[in-house]
C-alpha cells in the first residue's frame, strides 16, 4: 500500500472554507481512521445553523478527488461527484445539512471497479455505481446523528470494505503522479513523465483511475498548491507568480484560475476570501 500513502504525503486537496457572517452556513472535516488515510483524504460537513434569509450557493472548485454526498435528512438520495475541469456551483435551499466523502485520487475506481472517466465533470445517483453503499447510507444514517458519530460509522463500513479489497498498484501510473505531485503540477507532460510506457497508454490509466488525462490532473494539483500558498493579490502582481507556476503570461494564469475556481484570484485572495 505504500505507493497509494504516497499520495496522501504529497498532495492535500482542499476546499476554500465557507465564510458568512455570524457563521450561519459552516464547513467541517474530520480525517477518517489512520488506515484509511491512504485512501479516504476526508469526512466533510456543510450545514447551516440557522434558517438563512435566502437560498444558498455553495461553490466547490476543483479538486482533483471524486466525492460522495448527501443531505443527512434525506439519506437516501445519495451520489458520487467526479473528477471535474472546472468548478460547480450548487444551489441550496435557505436550510441543509450535507455530509460528504472525500477519497483521495485513483481510490474511487479502485474500491467500485468503475471507470473514473465515466463520472467526470457531473454528479450523478451513487445507486448507480454502488447499490450496497448507497442502501448502507440510506438505511443508517439520519438527522439525529453528530457529524463525530458519522465518521466513526463510515471508518468501521470502509475499513470492513478495504479488507475485501485488492489494489491494482500499477507503479507506472503512480510514478507519473508521483512525479506529478513532487514538481507541484509545473512540468512537461511530454518529456517528464516517462514511467516506461506510451503517452497514449499513460493517457488511458489516467482517465481510467483519475478521471482524466495527466495534463488535466497536473493542472488541478498545480491549482491547489496556489490556494494552499495562500498568495496575496498584491504579491501576485508583484512576484509574477504565473511564471514560476509554467504560465507564459498573466492572462492565461487568470483565465485557468477562474475556471478551477470561479472567481479571479485577486478576488479569491483579496477582499473575497
Known amino acids: 500500500m ?15 472554507t465557507v465564510k458568512r457572517s455570524k457563521q450561519e452556513v459552516i464547513y467541517r472535516e474530520i480525517n477518517p481512521h489512520l488506515e484509511l488515510q491512504k485512501f479516504i483524504y476526508c469526512y466533510w460537513e456543510l450545514k447551516t445553523t440557522k434558517q438563512l434569509e435566502q437560498p444558498f450557493t455553495y ?9 460522495v454526498f448527501f443531505e443527512l435528512k434525506n ?15 450548487f444551489p441550496l435551499n435557505d436550510a441543509f445539512h450535507y455530509i460528504g466523502i472525500r477519497f483521495l485520487p485513483t481510490i474511487f475506481p479502485q474500491i467500485y471497479k468503475v ?7 457531473k454528479f450523478q445517483s451513487l445507486n448507480n455505481i454502488s447499490i450496497s453503499t448507497s442502501n448502507f447510507i440510506a438505511n443508517h444514517f439520519s438527522e439525529e446523528l453528530q457529524f463525530d458519530e458519522i465518521a466513526v460509522m463510515f471508518n468501521k463500513y470502509f475499513l470492513d470494505i478495504i479488507k475485501q479489497n485488492n489494489f491494482d498498484q500499477d507503479h507506472r501510473l503512480y510514478d507519473a503522479i508521483d512525479t506529478i505531485l513532487q514538481n507541484f503540477g509545473v512540468l512537461n507532460i511530454e518529456t517528464d513523465l516517462n514511467t516506461g510506457i506510451s503517452q497514449r497508454q499513460l493517457r488511458r490509466l489516467f482517465k481510467y483511475y483519475i478521471g482524466d488525462t495527466p ?13 494552499r500558498a495562500k498568495p496575496s493579490s498584491q504579491s501576485l502582481k508583484k512576484n509574477k507568480l ?3 507556476l509554467g504560465y507564459y503570461d498573466q492572462a492565461h494564469f487568470i483565465k485557468d484560475f477562474k475556471n478551477f475556481y470561479g472567481v479571479t484570484p485577486s478576488k479569491a485572495f483579496g477582499r473575497e476570501k
Open 2 to 16: 505504500e505507493i497509494i500513502k504516497n499520495i496522501r504525503n504529497l498532495y492535500s486537496p482542499i476546499q476554500p
Open 59 to 67: 461553490r466547490v472548485v476543483t479538486d482533483g478527488c471524486i466525492d
Open 75 to 89: 439519506p437516501d438520495k445519495n451520489f458520487v461527484m467526479g473528477f471535474c475541469k472546472k468548478y460547480t456551483e
Open 115 to 121: 471507470d473514473a472517466a465515466l463520472l467526470s465533470n
Open 215 to 227: 495534463k488535466s490532473f497536473s493542472k488541478v494539483v498545480r491549482f491547489q498548491n496556489i490556494l
Open 242 to 244: 504565473f511564471y514560476d
